[in-house]
């Protein structure tokens, strides 16, 4: 099972992601937490990223394009991924076809999350109180000042993936607002 999830910052994708790790037994690949983890390490990757993904911009395609191509080479990515936080734009999306096809990989589904974008600021805000209670670390990027920019870079270069996704009649939309285990059910069924 190989599967795109599309939608904004704080849709609810890596919960998602995380549910389809255990019911297909594939692995998560989530741009977003391999870029944190390289910053953490301060590789070279993560110093060019940190200060980008510090002001909610996006982190170059060649780098994230790059991170995701070895990715998929791992052993445990064979038997399918989840990708979450990837593509992000029309340059990734074109690019994730390409190896894809280099490796005769087929995708099975791009599930786009549809959510009201005025109840997002809060879910981030619930997210970081969330962690700091679980004495969990905080994203910096976690708050409603950067939120704001990384939505407007979700509605300036990710958006433009729906039609992408859906004049490849690849695109199944749900509803992102539901409960989590609704949620659940209807990408069940939406795979099945
Ligand atoms: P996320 O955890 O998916 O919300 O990603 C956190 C941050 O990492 C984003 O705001 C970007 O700065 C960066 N990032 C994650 N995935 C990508 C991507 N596919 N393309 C560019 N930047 C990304």
Do not use: H, W
């Not at 990757?45 to 940190?50: H, L, N, S, T, Y």
């Not at 992000?88 to 076809?97: D, G, K, S, V, Y």
């Not at 969330?130 to 939505?151: C, I, S, W």
């Amino acid at each position: 099972m190989r599967l795109i999830l599309l939608g904004p910052p704080g849709a609810g994708k890596g919960t998602q992601a995380q549910r389809l790790v255990e019911r297909y037994g594939i692995v998560q690949l989530s741009t977003g937490d391999m870029l944190r983890a390289a910053v953490a390490a301060g590789t070279e990757i993560g110093k060019k990223a940190k200060a980008v993904m510090d002001a909610g911009q996006l982190v170059s395609d060649d780098i994230v394009i790059g991170i995701v191509s070895d990715r998929i080479e791992e052993p445990d990515a064979k038997n399918g991924f989840v990708l979450d936080g990837f593509p992000r734009t029309i340059a990734q999306a074109e690019a994730l076809e390409k190896l894809l096809a280099s490796k005769s990989m087929k995708l099975d589904a791009v599930i786009e999350f549809q959510v009201d974008e005025t109840k997002l600021v809060d879910r981030i805000v619930r997210r970081a109180e969330e962690a700091k209670a679980a004495g969990q670390p905080v994203r910096k990027d976690d708050n409603p000042e950067v939120f704001v920019k990384r939505l407007e870079e979700f509605r300036a270069l990710t958006a433009a993936l729906t039609p992408f996704y859906r004049e490849r009649g690849q695109l199944t939309s749900i509803d992102g607002m539901a409960p989590i285990d609704v949620v659940s059910e209807e990408i069940r069924k939406a795979l099945s």
